[in-house]
């Protein structure tokens, strides 16, 4: 046999069994031909399991330890340069279900399944993400990692971002104890068929961005005298298209008086910006917020601290 044609045969051998890859082999069957490749219907339980090896499938209780198929440690994402960290306190026991195994499908056989292993008090759900596919023997893998993100009527999708891949995970929070429950986007980007959640770098600007977490919504009441108080609220939406990510956000600021509960209030501040996320090989990066800024300048201001213009000559 010629060397050329021996090199192009190895080349294609190597590029087949790199494409066939299946990071979770145990979704596999031996048969020739998987039942639920014919129903295209992965149960709750072949699910958990089958990205969570370490549930105990008597009992389905939620293991002490997340690995996922590859053996690979499960933990929360270390934001180090967010002052605000995540709560490693889980919920009490329960039983894993079929609320705990989230699928979205994509086009064709691929979709993407989160298994919700652990639960916390915050409202967010830990466990192995993955993106795979149906194929005659059941389950192919091809990227998989961590995902701690809103655990509660999650979607998931991946998108196109710079010249990358990042999964967004669209979900409502709800923090034990409390009646409301907020949703919430997570971003979280796709390395070389692993999902890597690290902190956001601010874009053109020193400092970090914190976890690429987005709450759609929030508000925050600032007593300025008393009976008098400031609200701020923000609006956000995350869009990402053709490659381009932006985050919109709309806030104001307005003043009640707590004798007039039904009032809407007098417009104090008001301000919007479109902030750029964008994709590098580092992770990602996103212009400065304006939530931050508004509570500081807005917050600061009190009735007391103005002082009225003298009366004009004349």
């Excluded at 145990?26 to 992965?42: K, P």
């Excluded at 990602?284 to 002082?307: F, M, N």
């Excluded at 009225?308 to 000559?313: E, L, N, T």
Aim: charged share 25%; aromatic share 6%; hydrophobic share 35%.
């Amino acid at each position: 046999m010629p060397r050329r044609i021996a090199i192009l045969l190895l080349v294609l051998s190597t590029a087949c069994s790199k494409a066939y890859l299946n990071l979770c082999p145990n979704l596999e069957v031996a048969s020739e031909q998987a039942q639920e490749h014919e129903d295209r219907e992965l149960k709750p339980e072949a699910g958990l399991t089958g990205l969570v090896p370490t549930i105990d499938t008597g009992t389905f209780a939620p293991p002490e330890e997340i690995r996922d198929c590859r053996a690979q440690r499960i933990e929360s994402p270390t934001n180090a340069c967010s002052d605000q960290t995540a709560t490693t306190e889980r919920l009490e026991q329960y039983k894993l279900s079929g609320d705990d195994l989230v699928i979205t499908d994509r086009e064709g056989d691929d979709f993407l399944v989160w298994a919700q292993a652990h639960h916390f008090i915050d409202g967010d759900a830990l466990g192995p993400v993955a993106v795979a596919q149906w194929f005659r023997r059941g389950i192919r893998v091809s990227a998989i990692g961590p995902l701690r993100g809103p655990a509660k009527h999650a979607r998931l999708r991946l998108e196109n971002l710079s010249d990358g891949h990042v999964l967004v995970v669209e979900g409502d929070s709800c923090p034990q104890g409390r009646q409301h429950c907020t949703r919430v986007v997570r971003v979280v980007p796709l390395v070389e068929g692993t999902f890597v959640d690290k902190p956001m770098r601010l874009l053109n600007e020193p400092g970090c961005g914190g976890p690429a977490t987005f709450p759609l919504s929030a508000s925050q009441d600032v007593v300025l005298t008393p009976g008098k108080f400031r609200r701020f609220r923000i609006q956000r939406n995350l869009v990402i298209k053709d490659g381009f990510g932006i985050v919109h956000e709309e806030a104001v600021a307005t003043d009640h008086d707590e004798g007039q509960p039904n009032a809407e209030g007098v417009e104090f501040r008001r301000y919007s910006k479109a902030r750029e996320l964008m994709l590098d090989k580092d992770g990602l990066l996103v212009q400065s917020g304006i939530w931050e800024q508004l509570l500081a300048g807005g917050g600061s201001i009190r009735p007391s601290d103005h002082t009225p213009p003298p009366p004009s000559a004349g």
